[in-house]
């Protein structure tokens, strides 16, 4: 089994930063990808940013290219998500979520899932 503790999240101003971070605990596999997600009031869950823990390999929504950036710490099991110049419509609560395989993008490849965090960007 796979926990998934999400921490980070809080209130900030529009064109501030956040860093989000993903600890995983209990059993974690070298094929492991994980992936930010994240879901706004009214709408559906969406990705963000994924990670493959084997070799760093990222893939990002096209809202936050350049903007956000994601990475792992293999050591610590930790996968953090650096969110910089922030805006309004990225107020959300985020999900850090895992599966085995391959870096995926469909909420619903993922097995694991942690318990979300909000994110709020004032304007």
């Known amino acids: 089994q796979v926990q998934l503790v999400e921490s980070g999240g809080g209130l900030v101003q529009a064109g501030g930063s956040l860093r989000l971070s993903c600890a995983a605990s209990?059993?974690?596999?070298?094929?492991?990808?994980t992936g930010w997600f994240r879901q706004a009031p009214g709408k559906e869950r969406e990705f963000v940013a994924g990670?493959?823990?084997?070799?760093?390999?990222?893939k990002y929504a096209d809202s936050v290219k350049g903007r956000f950036t994601i990475s792992r710490d293999n050591a610590k099991n930790t996968v953090d998500l650096q969110m910089n110049s922030l805006k309004p419509e990225d107020t959300a609560i985020y999900y850090c979520?895992?599966?085995?395989?391959?870096?995926?993008?469909?909420?619903?490849?993922?097995?694991?899932w942690g318990q979300g965090t909000q994110v709020t960007v004032s304007s």
């Open positions: 209990g059993r974690t596999f070298s094929n492991f990808c």
């Open positions: 979520a895992s599966r085995i395989g391959l870096l995926l993008r469909t909420p619903n490849d993922y097995d694991y």
């Open positions: 990670i493959r823990w084997s070799d760093a390999i990222t």
